[in-house]
């Protein structure tokens, strides 16, 4: 924004100084005229005679405190806009590009030292939200490279062997085609759910679970997989369609993330002191808490999942993490001591007397 010059804060607390300086002399003065004037009722007489020495003295005392009061107020508005200072050039700084400086503002706490903490908290996010976003980019920029190149090798080989069999290189090509969409389609559901650009309504999580229950029994069934819902009416507010999308990524990656044979996953939900909870439990291999901890980021898919026709994107639970982050919840990833995961996720409860809708997939 362009703005006209003005006169600096520094010059402005300085004339404020010795403007408050030049007043009070003029007060302490009138009030020993008048202090005069009533306890000496005879000093009238004299009055001519003393003005005439006191007055030249009382201008020479108004011009000494205007000079000081410029002086020392000159010296007293840098020294307390120092501070301000180092805050503006470490906002230049950053604005150049480079977030990696800090203020790091010395001395005890005090207005300006928590507003340089408070920059330098943000410019720490800021920082982590960037480098997050590069590395995003770069991942999905491999992702999508990789069905890329494999489409391009596999039709280089068809056209050097014309004899090779074209219903199996259609066949392949749809399935790489298909795993691209897929992953075209879970970023743009990223894109727009970080925009929070859905109307909140009032929901049942205990509807939106046996939805997604229901969705996907066929691909349990098929993976021998036992799948169990049970818990209490969870009323949140929230998008039915982003939060069917979270229960259903999360029961998905616990039917894909199991055991061989005889697997089990277990969908809970209830109501936790002010938060409406969901919990997916399931079966599955030995997890240690450092690679949990790292599953909710993007194209992190853990360990090999069992059933190769269920490659997946890997933004399945970046997808539930951001989603989660919109309705202002929380999610909680924790290793089953017995191998597989339990993932909670916290939404905050609707209030008393509204009632819950049922969840919708449209």
């Known amino acids: 924004m362009d703005r006209q010059p003005g006169r600096s804060v520094r010059f402005k607390l300085t004339l404020s100084y010795a403007g408050f300086l030049m007043l009070a002399g003029v007060l302490l003065l009138t009030a020993v ?28 005392v108004l011009v000494f405190l205007l000079l000081f009061g410029l002086l020392g107020g000159w010296i007293l508005a840098g020294r307390m806009l120092a501070p301000l200072d180092r805050i503006t050039q470490a906002t230049r700084t950053a604005a150049a590009g480079s977030l990696s400086h800090r203020i790091r503002m010395p001395g005890r706490r005090d207005e300006f030292r928590e507003l340089a903490d408070s920059f330098d908290m943000m410019l720490a996010q800021l920082e982590a939200h960037v480098a997050e976003q590069q590395r995003f980019a770069a991942n999905a920029s491999h992702e999508l490279r990789t069905p890329l190149a494999i489409s391009k090798t596999l039709i280089d080989v068809a056209r050097a062997d014309p004899n090779h069999d074209s219903g199996e290189l259609v066949d392949r090509l749809h399935t790489i085609n298909t795993r691209a969409v897929d992953l075209t389609e879970a970023l743009l559901l990223l894109s727009r759910v970080n925009q929070r650009s859905f109307t909140r309504e009032h929901l049942d999580l205990s509807l939106v679970a046996e939805e997604a229950a229901e969705t996907l029994h066929p691909l349990a069934e098929k993976h021998g997989v036992a799948l169990e819902t049970s818990g209490d009416i969870a009323p949140t507010t929230g998008s039915p369609a982003l939060l069917l999308q979270l229960t259903t990524n999360l029961v998905h990656n616990a039917i894909v993330h199991n ?16 938060t409406a909870v969901l919990t997916v439990e399931n079966t599955g291999e030995q997890l240690t808490p450092q690679l949990v901890a790292t599953l909710t ?50 939404l905050p409860a609707a209030s008393e007397g509204e009632p819950p809708r049922l969840s919708s997939s449209g």
């Not at 009238?44 to 020495?53: F, K, N, S, T």
Request: charged fraction near 20%; charge should be positive.
């Open 33 to 60: 005229y008048v202090f005069l004037l009533r306890t000496y009722p005879s000093w009238m007489l004299i009055r001519q005679v003393l003005l005439r020495g006191f007055g030249p003295a009382v201008a020479a």
């Open 297 to 346: 980021e993007p194209f992190q898919r853990g360990t090999e999942r069992i059933h190769t026709d269920q490659a997946g994107s890997g933004l399945g639970l970046a997808i539930v993490k951001t989603i989660t982050k919109t309705h202002d919840g929380t999610l909680t990833l924790i290793p089953r001591p017995a191998g597989g995961l339990r993932i909670t996720v916290e």
């Open 259 to 274: 055991l061989a044979q005889r697997g089990t996953v277990w969908v809970h939900t209830g109501v936790r002191r002010e």
